[in-house]
């Protein structure tokens, strides 16, 4: 597709489950990005990825959560034993990666998730 | 640490209007990236404009202008004209040169309404 694809839009979900999001980035950027929006904390980094490996897992807030991308394509971020503070937009995004210069990172429309 | 601060939370203007969102940032990095989004009610963070920290020349385009001064560590945005279409969470972001991973610091977002 011309731009970053998530699914699904929204996810409503029982406390304690389980639940992945899925990212499609455009076709060609090396680079994807996890982060989250929610009310209290505003826009949050994640996870990043080069191709497959993810050198930064830094804004992962619990062991719960956890992503990886295969193929250097499509990512899938999972929370496990979801929590209400889980509640938030998670959104998407892909870039070139060129270690000089910073690229332009394109978002996704984001999941809603709604944990009950 | 990097921080961006938008201390505008919620603007309402009048279509034709000229706005100026605040965009404040902090950084110890000599070489780092500014960023605007905007986000309309779809979700999807549009990208507007990406400013190096060497170029502190101001940049227009179309009714959408930006004021980026070091000295004061501020990168403001200015609709002249303001339409109901602008109405928007608009987003300033920071990069950070020494991080490789190029993630993005949000401030808070700045919700503009443009009333007929």
């Known amino acids: 597709g011309a731009g970053v694809s998530q699914s699904p839009s929204n996810k409503v979900t029982e406390k304690g489950k389980d639940v992945e999001l899925r990212c499609d980035p455009i076709s060609g950027h090396t680079a994807l990005y996890w982060y989250r929006q929610s009310l209290g904390q505003g826009l949050e980094f994640l996870i990043y990825f080069q191709g497959n490996s993810a050198p930064d897992k830094s804004g992962l807030p619990s062991d719960r959560f956890s992503a990886e991308r295969t193929g250097g394509s499509v990512s899938t971020l999972t929370i496990q034993r979801t929590q209400q503070e889980d509640s938030a937009v998670y959104l998407c995004?892909?870039?070139?990666?060129?270690?000089?210069?910073?690229?332009?990172?394109?978002f996704g429309a984001g999941t809603r998730l709604s944990v009950l | 640490a990097q921080k961006v601060t938008q201390a505008q939370t919620e603007i309402s203007v009048v279509e034709k209007e000229d706005v100026t969102l605040d965009c404040v940032y902090e950084t110890r990095d000599t070489t780092y990236y500014l960023f605007w989004y905007k986000q309309p009610p779809s979700g999807e963070l549009v990208f507007l404009i990406r400013r190096n920290s060497f170029d502190e020349q101001n940049e227009i385009s179309g009714r959408y202008s930006w004021n980026f001064q070091k000295s004061t560590s501020s990168f403001n945005f200015t609709i002249t004209a303001s339409q109901v279409v602008d109405s928007a969470v608009y987003f300033c972001a920071l990069s950070e040169a020494w991080n490789a991973g190029n993630m993005l610091t949000f401030g808070g977002g700045t919700r503009l309404m443009v009333k007929p």
């Open positions: 995004a892909s870039s070139l990666e060129n270690p000089r210069i910073k690229n332009i990172q394109y």
